[in-house]
């Protein structure tokens, strides 16, 4: 059984037994309340990990605060759509602008993910015994080189893998081979959520505030433990860990679950906590890295790049476009050269389907757009002007094009990078050079710090095949909200498991909008 597999096994809310590492932990630990009193527990961040978090708890009795930094609940996860591998090959324009025929788009497409799939097959084997600085991009040269493909094929592969990155938010040079299995995502049809996210966090939302309190725009600013003191009442122990927020008040708990993104525990980590988070937290913070995914959106009057009619014939020297995915490769016509791709939501299913083009960024390029409209506000004429002059090269090259008549009258753009709450990124990631642990770290930030009455939940400590996902943020919440529930249970296996029946919600790897 893979490393993946035996995780996934091994977590509580795939099974009805709580992880091995959870009963060690759990079994050296307990709170005792006064007759009465119900535990007190914070939740900071209002996201997936934490609505699912404070349902659990609110379920089980807990009284379950949630503050929240921003004036809504979603966390990154508001209005998110899943960026998917392509079910068949993508439209892909070569680096001087030039359609590649259907034959050569299949060709490349599919020499691209089988060599992607190997590589987790390697990694998965052979991690172990893989170098902590070789790359994916390391990997591409070998097994291309290996397979003795012709240089026109393999410089093609070469610049489409790069595409990769639009799936972690990081370069391909950077992505770890040693640690690529962390990146394989959960088994099953990958799908692309036409409807957005919207609905099951309007759902999410609504059962969180049937069992817990949320308020929102509320920052947490700094998180001290104390140690336990007794109180010659039962009823008035105090609480073990105080909160001050940004409206300057300070609050009592027995229990704090931070769910904040890894960018802003990178950030925030060392001036939070006090005391400061033991040395092992504070290691497995900095080594795990954290992705940057932007999306622009870019919506005309008509889909004019769509076929009057679908093609009939079935030609593989014909040049056609895919209605759903298109890449641009190193566009040498553009001052920047950097490759793009895009989905065509005109493709959806009804009443979904509408003329945008959603295009999926990361790295330098993600910092780049969004440097471009930082201060603008989406309303501005100049905000839609500055995307639309970017992009121009690149829509500008697709069918039926016509600039009299195929600009675009909208245009949204993800901002995460400039975005505090978000942590200035998107997810988790996992580079090369980074130490050699990255799946310990990973568990550490799992375990968090019980003794002292803070935890650790969000995408970065889900079950090894959820990292970077929705699901795995869901996961992340009930696991903690398990333990920290048969910290003060003595009631029975069943009901100390912490486990409510509750809305499953999916996502796949890269989903920086419901991505986690």
């Known amino acids: 059984m893979s490393r ?3 995780d996934l096994n091994g977590h509580h809310s795939n099974g009805n037994q709580p992880a091995a590492a959870d009963v060690a932990s759990s079994t050296m630990i307990r709170r005792i309340l006064p007759s009465g009193r119900r535990p007190h527990v914070c939740v900071v961040g209002a996201g997936v990990a934490g609505m699912r978090c404070a349902q659990v708890l609110g379920a089980k009795g807990f009284n379950v605060i949630v503050l929240e930094a921003r004036n809504r609940t979603g966390g990154r996860d508001i209005g998110a759509t899943t960026m998917t591998a392509p079910e068949s090959a993508p439209s892909i324009y ?9 034959e050569e788009c299949k060709k490349s497409s599919a020499l691209m993910w089988g060599i992607i799939e190997e590589a987790f097959d390697y990694s998965n084997k052979d991690s172990a015994s893989i170098p902590d600085d070789q790359s994916l991009l390391d990997y591409f040269k070998i097994r291309l080189k290996e397979k003795d493909v012709p240089a026109p094929l393999a410089e093609r592969v070469l610049l489409a893998c790069r595409s990769w990155g639009d799936y972690i938010g990081g370069s391909i040079e950077k992505q770890s081979l040693k640690f690529f299995w962390l990146e394989e995502t959960i088994d099953g049809e990958n799908l692309f959520l ?8 309007d759902r999410i939302t609504k059962d969180t505030h049937t069992h817990a ?10 998180i001290e433990s104390h140690e336990p003191i007794a109180s010659d009442d039962d009823n008035d122990q105090p609480s073990r860990i105080s909160i001050t927020t940004s409206h300057g008040d300070q609050r009592s708990f027995d229990e ?10 990178k950030h925030r980590s060392s001036t939070c906590f006090s005391p400061p988070l033991p040395s092992r937290l504070l290691t497995a913070i900095a080594n795990i890295s954290y992705g940057r995914l932007e999306k622009v959106y870019l919506t005309f009057r008509t889909g004019f790049w769509l076929p009057p009619n679908p093609p009939e014939s079935s030609d593989s020297s014909s040049n056609s476009t895919n209605p759903f995915f298109t890449q641009w490769l190193a566009p040498s016509y553009t001052p920047h050269r950097y490759p793009l791709e895009c989905v065509h939501l005109s493709s959806l299913p009804p009443p979904h389907a509408h003329p945008t083009l959603l295009f999926y960024t990361h790295g330098p390029l993600a910092t780049h ?7 603008i506000s989406p309303t ?5 002007s500055l995307l639309s002059d970017f992009l121009r090269p690149y829509y500008s090259l697709l069918p039926n094009y016509n600039p009299s008549s195929c600009e675009p009258v909208a245009a949204l753009a993800t901002d995460w990078t400039h975005d505090a709450f978000a942590g200035w990124g998107s997810y988790a990631n996992f580079q090369t050079n980074s130490g050699g642990h990255l799946d310990a770290d990973i568990e550490a930030l799992r375990q968090g710090a019980p003794g002292r009455g803070v935890w650790f939940a969000g995408e970065h400590t889900a079950p090894f095949v959820g990292l970077g996902t929705v699901t795995g943020a869901w996961w992340s919440g009930e696991r903690v909200a398990g333990r920290v529930v048969r910290l003060y249970s003595g009631r029975g296996k069943e009901e100390a498991n912490g486990e409510v029946q509750g809305v499953g919600v999916g996502g796949k790897r890269g989903e920086t909008g419901l991505g986690a």
């Open 256 to 265: 704090v679950i931070m769910t904040a993104p890894l960018g802003w525990l």
């Open 4 to 6: 993946i597999a035996q």
């Open 194 to 201: 036409a409807s957005t996210y919207q609905s099951i966090l």
């Open 380 to 384: 501005s004429p100049l905000y839609l």
């Open 94 to 102: 070569d680096q001087s602008g030039q359609l590649l025929n259907r």
């Open 213 to 222: 309190k949320v308020e929102l725009s509320t920052e947490v600013i700094s």
């Open 369 to 375: 757009i969004t440097s471009l409209i930082t201060s």
